[in-house]
């Protein structure tokens, strides 16, 4: 059963992803003059939305059951026409939602070999993201506090001042080559040595303004919960450019909060480059925050130096909202699409007896407000396959004059053997005699493994005057085979 849910995450990952994230480049290619954390934002629901598409399918395929559709051959089928009945040929959301999902037949071995491959995946991207966790934990644990000097504490206490933050500790630790931040409850800023001792006001500047942007926008806890989600779906190239996307506009946000805020573009991009120049490169810690990160400053700098006029911001929130609808109504019709693994048989034990497909209990409605469920089962008697139907009514009382009453909440239930039973291929022909001794001929087909349609005919009633006329019509409805 993990191997059928695992296969089946992945193979809607495989398409899903793609088709989120190519909507999503899209919009965002459309919206390239709105401020970066509005593109943020986009990139962002966009990862939400990579992870949580294919988690949707197992959803559905937990929900089959329920969503099967059915008819009780042995009830009085009737159908009444008229004039403000809608076509039934129109397609609805119901009509959708309930529609066979397309599946994909995979051999059980096969299926297992995914699963077992994913699933190491899984711990190794799980152990990698453990590893930075406690790399961070090593750089907070190494640092140390530290007396400023007055001119840093000066512009420290401004930074702070001027992007609404109060009590950030700063420590020091030597052995590192960028200013960072760390910490979700009690965010601290760690420099490196050499910037307190040598750098200039206009790089610490730089460097704590840009540490402070990321408090206040709170990037580091949402930084760990982007790479949980990332987590699941990093087999994805796609989702590979959804992670960098994310980086990459979380800079240039940090960029726009200090250009608007504390010093000017042109001082600030001399700031970058010095940083760039100045300092070794250092590997990459999955839950620290620097200035130097996304390794993309010759875009920051071109934006920062030549940045086109932004639109304004009652027409940004217009097509971010705009952007984000679009998204949500790709991923519902991505998620009504979604596809099912179904397991293959083994060859031998289908053609030793194709009967054996059938064995078991078949349920569903055909309508919500069915009284109950209708049910087939069959059973193996020897080679010989038997079948019984749940003939389901409602039963009736009757008052002091003789009149009939009914109960709904009352229902009986009996079951009726099928008669004249037989089978040729995937293919089951039988008979069923309804309430009132009529006999009804039907046909069960195999669509999967789990899923069955049942076809019959029916009487249809449709008022004609103040006649009724009487006609016959067949009726296609599904099964589903419990497990």
């Keep these: 059963m993990i191997s059928h849910l695992t296969v089946t995450y992945l193979l809607n990952a495989l398409w899903q992803i793609p088709l989120i994230v190519g909507v999503a480049a899209i919009c965002i290619s459309l919206l390239k003059n709105i401020p970066a954390r509005h593109r943020h934002f986009l990139w962002t629901m966009t990862l939400v939305l990579s992870f949580t598409l294919p988690l949707l399918s197992l959803n559905r395929m937990s929900q089959a059951t329920n969503s099967a559709t059915v008819t009780n051959p042995s009830e009085d089928y009737s159908v009444t ?129 840009h540490e402070m942007a990321h408090i206040r926008r709170r990037d580091f806890g949402f930084n760990i919960l982007y790479e949980i989600l990332y987590v699941p779906i990093s087999f994805h190239p796609v989702a590979a450019l959804v992670k960098r996307r994310i980086d990459e506009t979380r800079e240039l946000a940090c960029d726009e909060s200090v250009t608007e805020e504390l010093m000017d573009k042109h001082s600030y991009a001399r700031s970058l480059v010095s940083f760039v120049s100045s300092v070794a490169p250092r590997g990459r810690h999955a839950h620290t925050l620097g200035v130097t990160d996304a390794n993309i400053l010759e875009e920051r700098v071109m934006k920062l130096l030549t940045g086109k006029t932004q639109i304004s911001k009652r027409l940004t929130i217009l097509s971010v909202t705009i952007a984000s609808m679009i998204l949500a109504t790709v991923a519902v019709g991505a998620a009504n699409f979604s596809l099912k693994i179904t397991q293959q048989q083994q060859a031998a034990a289908t053609t030793q007896n194709p009967a054996s497909l059938f064995v078991g209990t078949w349920t569903g409605k055909r309508r919500p407000d069915d009284i109950a469920d209708y049910s087939l089962r069959f059973s193996l008697k020897g080679s010989t396959l038997e079948g019984e139907a749940l003939d389901v009514g409602r039963r009736q009382d009757v008052d002091k004059a003789g009149k009939k009453l009914e109960d709904p909440k009352k ?67 599904r099964l589903t085979k419990q497990p």
Excluded at 84 to 110: C, H, K
Excluded at 134 to 147: D, G, H, L, N, W
């Design 81 to 209: 026409a008229t004039a403000d009945e809608p076509d039934d040929g129109l397609l609805s959301i119901a009509n959708l939602r309930n529609s066979p999902r397309p599946s994909v037949r995979l051999p059980l071995p096969l299926t297992a070999i995914c699963a077992s491959l994913y699933l190491l995946f899984l711990m190794y991207r799980v152990g990698r993201l453990w590893q930075s966790w406690q790399a961070t934990i090593r750089i907070k644990r190494y640092s140390y506090p530290i007396v400023l000097p007055e001119s840093i504490t000066a512009i420290v206490n401004r930074c702070q001042t001027v992007l609404r933050l109060q009590g950030i500790p700063v420590l020091c630790r030597p052995q590192m080559s960028d200013p960072l931040t760390v910490g979700i409850w009690s965010p601290t800023i760690i420099l490196p040595e050499y910037l307190i001792k040598d750098a200039s006001t206009e790089l610490l500047t730089a460097a704590v303004g």
């Design 411 to 477: 229902i009986r239930e009996n079951w009726v053997k099928l008669q004249k039973v037989s089978l040729n291929g995937t293919t089951l022909s039988f008979a069923l005699k309804d309430g009132k001794g009529r006999s009804q001929d039907a046909t069960m087909k195999l669509i999967n493994d789990n899923e069955a349609l049942v076809e019959f005919v029916a009487e249809v009633r449709t008022p004609s005057g103040s006649d009724v006329k009487k006609s016959t019509e067949t009726i296609s409805v």
